[in-house]
């Protein structure tokens, strides 16, 4: 059987990076970490923590990305899990080798997404949420095959990890593994040069945390950014998996 290239497709301030721990833990499933970041970087311009680091450490010509993205898997495994952020797959990036992949979509309530956001950072941009890139990259990829990818809400899933996981694995026709629930603490050779920055949290789990339905407060003065991504996100949200 040939392997599994799985492309999951998030925005900033989701579970993305405990959700590969979680795929990285299978034993079978080789991952790696946001791919397109140092081009996205070096493209945008953009000043994120250890900016010069990102770009030094990765592959800064997406064309080379795709290529080792849809190629053989690192360590021979069964799956290559491949955690994307939707705002790294820029406009000027071509999208004919998504068509070697296979997606799903891990969304995330963007008026939550925004009250984590502007905790780290006081300027934010509808572009910075990702869910209107998300809502295109699924059409895209939608469009290619004509079946609806699977798409998990964060919210959802962390209050039932295992139904959650169980079900995207018979969707994806692999076998479901206990050991995708729990992980050793601490960082991994996988992550990306800027986990220090971003993944504490991460650093000191052993799992899913468990859900806290806290209450929407969105800061004032981000009501434009909202009226700009909450259609894209109640399209996907719709389609989610029940």
């Not at 080798?97 to 950072?121: A, C, E, M, N």
Request: hydrophobic letters at 40%; a neutral charge; proline letters at 8%.
């Amino acid at each position: 059987m040939s392997a599994l290239h799985l492309a999951m497709w998030s925005g900033p301030r989701n579970i993305s990076t405990a959700m590969m721990r979680s795929w990285e833990n299978r034993g079978d499933c080789a991952v790696v970490d946001e791919p397109l970041y140092a081009h996205y970087l070096r493209q945008t311009g953009l000043d994120h923590p250890g900016r010069e680091e990102v770009i030094a450490a990765g592959e800064t010509d997406w064309r080379k990305v795709a290529a080792q993205l849809v190629g053989p898997v690192p360590g021979g495994r069964a799956i290559f899990y491949q955690k994307h952020m939707t705002h790294h797959l820029l406009p000027h990036i071509g999208r004919d080798w998504l068509g070697q992949l296979t997606h799903v979509f891990l969304i995330r309530d963007p008026r939550r997404v925004l009250l984590s956001y502007v905790k780290s950072r006081p300027t934010v941009t509808a572009e910075d949420i990702g869910v209107i890139q998300q809502l295109e990259i699924f059409n895209y990829v939608r469009g290619l095959s004509g079946v609806d990818p699977p798409i998990i809400d964060s919210a959802e899933f962390l209050q039932a990890p295992e139904r959650h996981l169980r079900a995207l694995c018979s969707r994806l026709k692999i076998d479901f593994r206990p050991s995708m629930l729990h992980w050793p603490a601490g960082p991994r050779a996988s992550d990306g040069v800027w986990a220090p920055h971003w993944y504490d949290s991460v650093y000191k789990s052993t799992g899913f945390e468990p859900y806290v339905d806290a209450p929407l407060q969105v800061p004032q003065g981000f009501e434009a950014i909202l009226a700009q991504v909450m259609p894209a996100f109640e399209r996907l949200y719709a389609l989610r998996m029940r």
